[in-house]
Structures are given as structure tokens and as C-alpha cells.
């Protein structure tokens, strides 16, 4: 038997005692209700209704009983209507066919003489609208608009949203019944009203400029709720109408952006909610939060700024977990807007590491390390470190990553550097990432005055502990380069002599190694090379044959690289005349700001380097044959001299067909790799470095002397009084197949222009020409426009690779500074296909780092 009523089947269903019994008794009730339909019971038809929305919303089938919805909403009974309009909202949604039957409905719903119907109307319109119900119903709700009755005027406001985004070219029909809006009195309206025009100026930059001139009436509405005495209508716990307060906050700060003179004229009211309004509940924080959002996302004073980051710094002090961790967010979006200001909430913010919910500790995190600076560096860092100390494993890795950054960074000293890279490795090894353990290599190598000091602190900590991985290659690294500085000794450390190492001790330490629980294959390569280095810097016979001896325990070994590591090396002893030269310790590398290039495969032979896990090189010579990145920030000053070649593998990186086969010698042969041996030479540059086989990508060279500078010129072809002088050829760098900045000054006539890159306000044309003296070569001025508005582009760098069959030349420019509307150039001569990286900074804090490429020049030009 069917339920009579939906309180019969509510109970029937609560009373199934498993889901198998639910479906059957939705089952049945549902066979009966398509009955009902069809026998066309129309007194049953409200009760019917009803409960097939009971079963939609238990997740059972119910789209049979569309139609009868629109049954109930064409009955003149206002119960009927609200249950058919119901149904319609639930059932049905805007790309179903059937919703093109209530448009009708709708429409005359909401011309009728009950407001409650036309609320009924304005509320599924709102909900389901379609582009084409908004269309046809757009006309009534902007009439709606003007209704004398306010629950019509708010219902109507929320329809028009929806409205607009359906179908947004529409939006101006609603413009002026809008502008009305905010100067309604009853609070439900103009909460509408703020909501609708938000929208509106999210939408289309035209109204935002339309309604910045309804600032000062926002502001008087907004004292007018600050100042308000209580009023039990709209009170909550203490805060008259909040919810108000808060639209009226973000509508402000959509105004205010960008725009000095709104800013300027909500600057009082906004301190003034940020004095007065309660912090003590909940409902004073959303206020304060709103208004925290407001003053950083306009042009408001610094004295204001720094208010909203004290409020923010209150937070912190809340027992709340949601509102610590509302803080910190956005103390991150801020702290680079005001740094001094989070600054001073730094012991707060530190102590949120210590907090038992990961999401807080993860947040407080990201922002103690955005906080570090020169001055704070050593505070924040063994905070950090400290914290490392006890954090969950999923912290270790970033944790690790990001204080060896900071520390390379802001380091006061590097004996400071190389401690707190070590403590590090001593509490995290395991998670610290490939590149920075070869910047830290590679720190070690180049800070010769403290190689002992170094040495022996590693010694140490390998004796202590040998389960963290990095910490054992790094140390396994230094010890095999510099064991006859170890042996030495003489190195004072925490103010007492370092225990004298003798040989034995280290070969103990490095077969402890090999026989512990955490050796593997990576472990097993380091030492094995560390030891046949130790061989030509020991002096003591027995302990070279017991190295000897360990190698050749290896000659059988199950794996292959080891295997033939370990027969290489035993075979060197056969060349006693060459050995010692072979292992000589590496060269100091050059110090880069970046690399980020693959290694040759091929290097991975060679005793100058150690092999990864993913079969790469740790390149610690400088030659930027290994992964190393992110190793500093680069200065505007050095920008230019000493670049980052981030583009050397873009056209690819092996040797170049025309360069000269190294040596025969083997010492040449490994030496080479370094820039230690006998340098090759290129077809086209004469006389420059030319020891790596990527020179063939050379687009500038060494620092030119005269002859040099003639072959420079032989490039183009052409002599050195047609080309700019020889100093301003940057080439610091050997490898740098960048050329980085560009002239000033051009030679010949632009033909015509190209957009190479328009982004940020920062539009880069390139006019290319022939060159008058040399039909060859192809000349380009590089125009900068800055159309950016009110926003300075600063740090200038531009820089542009080509493949390595062709050559490159590039000037300085006039300026690496572009004020708005401004324009700076350069000039280029190239043979013709560039990719493009540019690098810059705005006045309003925004940083670009941009990969473009270019070849749209036409054939006929060169």
C-alpha cells in the first residue's frame, strides 16, 4: 500500500533496518507515484510532489516528476506554487529542456499582486537562470528593481547577478537601478546591492571606474554602522550587521586599488573600523580580517599598513586555530609589501612552529623563511635548524632545501655558511636534494682557507654518524680531495686542538663506510674515487697498498659501474709517471649565481667528478657540467658580467663538429674537463679558451686582447672599426653561449618591426636590418616600451641564445631602468634565430623571469 503522506514515508524509510529494505520501500513508493502521474490525481499531486523530493534528496531517481512540478507552479494555490517552484529547483537545471516551459511561468509570476509569489519567481530564476531565461526575463527583473517593496528590490538585486554572469553583456540594462541601490536605507537591500555591483566591477573594468565615484557614499554607510548605537534588528553579539559591514569592505577594496584618490578618501573610515570594532568574538575578527585585506589591497598610508599587520600579529595570539592560521596566510601574501612591519611579530610567528596542527606549523614556516634577511640570518636560521630537529619528515626536504638557500644568500661569513650547511646535513641528510649538496661542494672548493677547518669538522661528524647519506658523500668528497690537509692537522676548533687523524684512521673510517648498514651504490662510487685520490696524497706505502687492496676487492663486484670504477683505478697504478697528475686536486670553480644544465654522460668516467643516482655528474669544477641550481639571487651589478647560462642546452650541448680532438695524453684527456689542460680551438675564435667542448656555442668571449679582438671581428667578417669597440664584448664567462645585454647605438636603417614579447606593460620590438659593411650579418634593435601604468621596470637584463652554428654579438643598453612610457634600446648582430629570456622587476613589487622565443623575421632580410 502506498503512504498517504510524507511524515508515513519518512517513518517507513528510518524504520529499514538495511539498505536493501530502504531501496525496496523507495521502490515501491516510487511505482506508485508514477501511477498517481499518470491517472492524473491532482489531489494527491501536492502530497506526490513532496515526496518524490523527500527521495531525490536521499540520492533515489526522481526526474519523472519534472513535469508535475510545473503542474504546481500554473495552480493558483500559493502552497502549490512554493512546492512546484521547490521542485523546479531541485530537479531540473539550466541545460534541461523542460526549463523552457517555466519561462512563462516565471514571467507572470513575477508581475503578479503577491509579493511572496514574486519572491517565489525572482528566487528560481536566480537559482537555474539560463543565457536564454536571462535574456527573455531580463526586462522584468530590471523593473523589479525600482519595486516600491523592499523584499522585492533585495530578491530582485540577487536575480540581476545572476543575470549578469549568465549573460554579462547585459550588465549595463542594470547600471542606473543599481547606483539607486546603494542609497537604499533598509540594510537587506543594500547588502543585495553591494553584492550585485561587486560583481558587476569584477566584471568589467568600465563600471569599476563608473562606481569609484559611490566611494564617499560607501564610507558614510560604513560609519554610519561603526557609529551606531545598538539595534536589535540588526545586532550580533554586539556588532551591528556584519555581514553588511563586511560586502561594504570588499566592495571597497575592489575600488580603492589602483586608484590614489579612492584609496585616499577610505583611509579614515578604515582606521577607524580597525580601532573600534571588538576582537574579542568572532564576529569583530571577520571585520578586522576584511579590513586587514582592504588596507593592503589599496594605495593606503604606511602608517595604516603597519596597523593592519599589528592586527594581523594580534591573531597570532588567538587560542583559535582558524584564525592563527587566517593570519599567517596572509601575513605571507603581505610580508612583501611591509617586511619591517611582519618583522617585528617574528617571536610570535616563530612560536607557531612549535603548535601541535601541521597546517599552522606548515604556514609558519613559509613565513619565517620569507622573513629572513642580512640582519636576522643567524637568529632565524638556528631557529629553523631547531625546529629541523624535530619536524615530521614530510618538513625535512624543503626545510632543508630553503635554509641552505638562505644561508648562500645572506651568509655574514663563510665559515658561518659552511656550519650551518654541515648542521644541516647532520640533522637531515637523508632529505637533503642532490644540487645542494653539490653547492655545497662546490662552496668548499672555493673557500681554500678554510679547507682544513672544513676537512676536519666533516671528519668529525662522519665519526659520530654515518646514516645520513649526504653528510657521508660530502664528507667522503672533501676527505678523498683534501686527506693531506686532515693529515696535517693544526686546525683549532671549538677552541681545542682537533685529535691528531693519522692514515690508518681515515682508511679505517672510509672501510666502515663500505661494510655499514647505509652504503649503497651511490656511497660505494664516492669512496672508492676518494680512495684512489687519497693514493697520490698519502705518503705512507702500506696504507697505499691497503687501498690498492680494497679496490681490488671490488674488481668482482655484482655491480657494474663499481665493477668498473674499481678496475680502472686498479690499473692506474700500472701508470705510475701519469697517476699522480691524473688525481691532482680539482681547480677552484668559477663562482655562478645559476646553472641549470644537464651533464654529459659521457664525463661520468672520469675521475674529476662522482656519478649519481640518475647518472649525472656533480660538477664541482665550474664548468656548469653539472646540476647545480639556484645557488643565488642574482645582483644587478654582476648580471651583466657573469650570467647565468640557463640556454646553452636549447640548440644542444655536445661537441661542436669543428672543434679540435683533445690530446692523446690521458692527463690532458681527464685535465680538460677542468680548463687544466691544453686548451682546444675553434674554427671561428682564434686564440680564446676553447678547453670545453660547448665552446662551439660561444657567442662572446674571454676578456678580448688585441689579437682577440681581431679574430672577434673575423666572426662577422668584417673589421674592428665597423663594429662597436672591442670592451663592450661581455664574456666573462667561456661557456656563456648567452649574450647578454645589448647597444644602444645601430648601424643602417630599420626595415620593419616585430613583437617579440608583451607582457606586464613591458612590450620588446625588434627591428631588424642589413648591415652595411658585412651583407652577412643581420642587425637588430632591441626597443623596450614600458606601458606599463605607474609601474617602474628596474634590473633590466635581456638576454638572447642562438643555435651553435651561428654567432652572436650584443651591446650595452642605454638603460636597465624604463620608466613608464619610456623606452630603452639596444642593438644585436646575429646570424638569425633567437630565444629570448628577460628578467625584471616592477615598482610595485612584481618580479618577471620569462623564457620567449623568436623567429618571425622574414627570409628576404638576411
Known amino acids: 500500500m502506498p503512504f498517504y503522506r510524507l511524515k508515513d514515508l519518512i517513518k517507513a524509510i528510518r524504520a529499514c533496518k538495511t539498505a536493501a529494505d530502504e531501496r525496496a520501500v523507495i521502490q515501491k513508493e516510487s511505482a506508485a507515484i508514477r501511477t498517481s502521474f499518470r491517472e492524473e490525481n491532482n489531489d494527491a499531486r501536492h502530497s506526490n510532489v513532496a515526496k518524490l523530493l523527500y527521495i531525490h534528496m536521499l540520492g533515489y531517481p526522481a526526474h519523472f516528476g519534472q513535469i508535475e512540478c510545473l503542474k504546481l507552479v500554473a495552480s493558483n494555490r500559493f502552497a502549490d506554487k512554493r512546492l512546484g517552484y521547490l521542485g523546479i529547483m531541485l530537479l531540473l537545471d539550466e541545460n534541461q529542456e523542460v526549463l523552457t516551459l517555466v519561462t512563462n511561468s516565471l514571467k ?51 536575480c540581476a547577478m545572476r543575470i549578469i554572469r549568465k549573460v554579462p553583456e547585459l550588465q549595463e540594462n542594470f547600471l542606473s537601478k543599481a547606483k539607486a541601490l546603494l542609497s537604499d536605507r533598509n540594510h537587506g537591500v543594500l547588502l543585495t546591492a553591494t553584492t550585485l555591483i ?46 553588511l559591514q563586511v560586502k561594504i569592505l570588499r566592495l571597497m577594496r575592489i575600488l580603492g586599488k589602483g586608484d590614489a584618490e579612492a ?64 593570519a599567517l596566510t596572509t601575513l605571507n601574501k603581505t610580508v612583501s609589501i611591509d617586511t619591517n612591519a611582519v618583522q617585528r611579530h617574528r617571536n610570535i610567528i616563530l612560536d607557531c612552529l612549535r603548535d601541535g596542527d601541521i597546517s599552522i606549523r606548515r604556514r609558519a614556516l613559509e613565513l619565517s623563511f620569507a622573513l629572513i634577511n642580512e640582519t636576522n640570518v643567524r637568529v632565524l636560521t638556528r631557529e629553523l635548524l631547531a625546529f629541523l630537529e624535530v619536524a615530521d619528515n614530510e618538513f625535512k626536504q624543503g626545510m632543508t632545501t630553503k635554509i641552505c638557500l638562505a644561508a648562500d644568500r645572506f651568509a655574514p661569513n663563510k665559515r658561518w655558511h659552511i656550519d650551518t650547511v654541515l648542521r644541516v646535513l647532520k640533522l ?17 672548493a672555493q673557500t681554500t682557507d678554510l679547507n682544513a677547518y672544513t676537512v676536519q669538522k666533516l671528519y668529525a661528524a662522519l665519526k659520530a654518524d654515518i646514516s645520513q647519506e649526504s653528510l657521508t658523500l660530502a664528507g667522503v668528497w672533501v676527505i678523498g680531495e683534501y686527506g693531506d690537509i686532515l693529515i696535517k692537522g693544526g686546525c683549532f676548533e671549538e677552541e ?14 672510509f672501510e666502515s663506510i663500505l661494510a655499514g648498514p647505509y652504503a649503497n651504490q651511490i656511497t660505494r662510487e664516492y669512496v672508492l674515487t676518494a680512495l684512489m685520490k687519497l693514493t697520490s696524497r698519502l705518503k705512507s706505502v702500506s696504507v697505499i697498498q691497503k687501498i690498492q687492496s680494497i679496490l681490488e676487492e671490488y674488481n668482482t663486484s655484482i655491480e657494474v659501474e663499481i665493477q668498473q670504477r674499481a678496475i680502472e683505478y686498479t690499473n692506474l697504478f700500472k701508470f705510475e709517471d701519469i697517476r699522480s697528475a691524473v688525481l691532482e686536486r680539482m681547480p677552484i670553480p668559477e663562482i655562478k649565481e645559476e646553472t641549470s644544465r644537464p651533464t654529459d654522460d659521457s664525463l661520468s668516467d672520469h675521475v674529476g667528478g662522482f656519478k649519481n643516482s640518475g647518472g649525472s655528474l656533480l660538477d ?32 644542444g650541448g655536445g661537441s661542436s663538429a669543428n672543434s679540435t680532438p683533445a690530446q692523446s695524453n690521458p692527463k690532458n684527456d681527464i685535465m680538460s674537463l677542468f680548463n687544466a689542460g691544453p686548451t682546444t680551438t675553434s674554427n671561428l675564435i682564434q686564440n680564446t679558451p676553447a678547453s670545453n667542448p660547448l665552446d662551439s656555442l660561444i657567442s662572446t668571449t674571454s676578456p678580448p686582447t688585441s689579437s682577440s679582438t681581431n ?6 667578417g668584417s673589421s674592428t672599426n665597423q663594429i662597436a ?125 620569462e623564457i620567449a622565443e623568436f623567429s618571425g623575421f622574414p627570409q628576404d632580410l638576411w
Open 711 to 716: 679574430d672577434i671581428m673575423n666572426i662577422f
Open 108 to 158: 507572470n509570476d513575477m508581475n503578479h499582486s503577491n509579493m511572496y509569489i514574486v519572491g517565489l519567481a525572482l528566487c528560481t530564476l536566480g537559482n537555474i537562470s539560463s543565457p536564454e531565461m536571462a535574456r527573455d526575463l531580463c526586462a522584468e527583473v530590471e523593473k523589479l528593481l525600482g519595486s516600491s517593496n523592499t523584499y522585492i528590490r533585495k530578491k530582485a538585486a540577487l
Open 725 to 849: 669597440p672591442a670592451q663592450d664584448i661581455q664574456s666573462e664567462n667561456p661557456l656563456n653561449n648567452i649574450a647578454t645585454s645589448p647597444a644602444s647605438s645601430s648601424i643602417g636603417t630599420n626595415a620593419s618591426e616585430f613583437i617579440a614579447y608583451n607582457k606586464n606593460g613591458l612590450k620588446i620590438n625588434l627591428s631588424p636590418f642589413k648591415d652595411q659593411s658585412n651583407p652577412n650579418i643581420l642587425n637588430i634593435n632591441v626597443t623596450f616600451h614600458n606601458d606599463g601604468v605607474g609601474s617602474t621596470v628596474q634590473n633590466l637584463l635581456f638576454q638572447a641564445a642562438v643555435p651553435k652554428t651561428q654567432r652572436l654579438q650584443m651591446q650595452p643598453p642605454s638603460s636597465t631602468t624604463i620608466a613608464p612610457g619610456a623606452v630603452v634600446t639596444q642593438t644585436i648582430r646575429v646570424n638569425v634565430r633567437l630565444r629570448l629570456r628577460i628578467v625584471y622587476e616592477t615598482s610595485a613589487g612584481d618580479k618577471a623571469d
Open 263 to 326: 584609496s585616499e578618501a577610505m583611509n579614515d573610515i578604515l582606521a577607524q573600523v580597525a580601532t573600534n570594532t571588538e576582537s574579542s568574538k568572532n564576529v569583530g575578527n571577520s571585520i578586522l580580517y576584511e579590513t586587514v585585506l582592504t588596507i593592503m589591497d589599496i594605495q593606503s598610508e604606511s602608517g595604516l599598513r603597519v596597523l593592519a599587520i599589528n592586527i594581523l600579529g594580534k591573531f597570532l595570539t588567538n587560542r583559535d586555530n582558524n584564525i592563527r592560521y587566517v
Open 620 to 651: 664541482l669544477d665550474g664548468d656548469g657540467d653539472g646540476i647545480v641550481t639556484d645557488v643565488k639571487q642574482s645582483k644587478t651589478s654582476e648580471n651583466s658580467q657573469n650570467t647565468v647560462d640557463i640556454l646553452t642546452d636549447i640548440f
Open 496 to 509: 681545542e686542538l682537533v685529535k691528531e687523524v693519522t692514515e690508518p684512521d681515515v682508511i679505517d673510517l
Open 198 to 243: 561587486t560583481e558587476m566591477c569584477y566584471r568589467n573594468s568600465d563600471t569599476l571606474i563608473t562606481f569609484r565615484k559611490a566611494v564617499p557614499l560607501l564610507v558614510r554607510h560604513l560609519k554610519s554602522l561603526v557609529s551606531a548605537g545598538f539595534s536589535p534588528e540588526h545586532d550580533v553579539t554586539g556588532v551591528t550587521d556584519p555581514f
Open 428 to 444: 637531515a641528510g637523508n632529505y637533503v636534494r642532490e644540487e645542494i649538496l653539490s653547492n655545497f661542494i662546490r662552496l668548499i
